[in-house]
């Protein structure tokens, strides 16, 4: 049987991931190799929506794009390439626009959100952002997308427009479907575990970034916030800060969370953060090493995403110039 295809970007924002987006979803695209037929982008048009610098959109795209190389994505398992790359996303966008009530896409709350934070900075493109991931997913006919609590939203509307468009124009493009991950972690701050970590903290302490000096990731988690209390134990609600802490040691060591409780039963949080730091050390050295090889290598680097853009093009060619039939091009 034909593998599900699933379609899943990650914008190019800042100069590093950080442990959450690897352990909430990079490490799941990476397990998707196997079981789907799956294509990655490194969203940069998504990155342009809320003023940024030239130069350094330019790098963080070919970090991001070294980082997931590093982390396992492999260009000979999945499509891995740039969304400028792919012209057929700004193309369809813009015929996705013209079929979605401006009502409609005004109901999206994330735009609220952000748009109330950073009123003066708010732009048409963060209005429209999500009828541009609509084209993100359905130029690729992507069976699945993977989505968090915060996307459930966007995918719906993407279904509505690619129903919409089905009905009035005739059959063009796959509905997809939200696809539940079976193996992710939510992490939180270090220093406000109550927060998702994110880079958006408002503490760089608060966050791992997978390509900062690994001693300095060491140190963070040896000073992360626990909780009162001397106990290691796993409650999310009372204990979030030892949680936290315990989630990530389970998800980069072969241990389950059970087997943590007993292996640090009766010994304090200090000894858990030293061991922590040292697996967390000792995961992201490799990795920096990985990423740095693939920078060191710009001919390699632009080759790989050449490719990627040419197979992701010959899916997204054929399903806009169907939309663009369909539509009375
Ligand atoms: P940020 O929240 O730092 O701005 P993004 O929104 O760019 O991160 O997220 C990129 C991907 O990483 C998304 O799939 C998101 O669900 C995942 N992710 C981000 N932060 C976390 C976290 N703290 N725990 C788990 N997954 C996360
Ligand atoms: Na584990």
Known sequence: ARRPRVLSGIQPTADSFHLGNYLGAVRNWVAMQESHDAYYCVVDLHAITMGHDPAALRQRTRVSAAQLLALGLDPERCTLFVQSHVPEHAQLGWVLSCITGFGEAGRMVQFK????????????????????????????????????EDQRQHLELTRDLAQRYNTRFGPTFTIPSAYILKDTAKITDL?????????????PNGIIELLEDPARSAKKIKSAVTDTGREILYDEENKPGVSNLLTIYAALTTRTIDELLEQYDGRGYGDLKKDLAEIVVDFVKPIQERTRAYLDDPDHLDKVLAIGAEKARAVASVTLAEAYRNIGF
């Open 113 to 148: 959100d952000k748009s109330a934070k950073a009123a003066d900075t708010t732009t048409v493109g963060l209005f429209t952002y999500p009828i541009l991931q609509a084209a993100d997913i359905l130029l690729y006919q992507a069976d699945q997308v993977p989505v968090g």
């Open 191 to 203: 220093q406000d575990p109550t927060a998702k970590m994110s880079k958006s903290a408002s503490s």
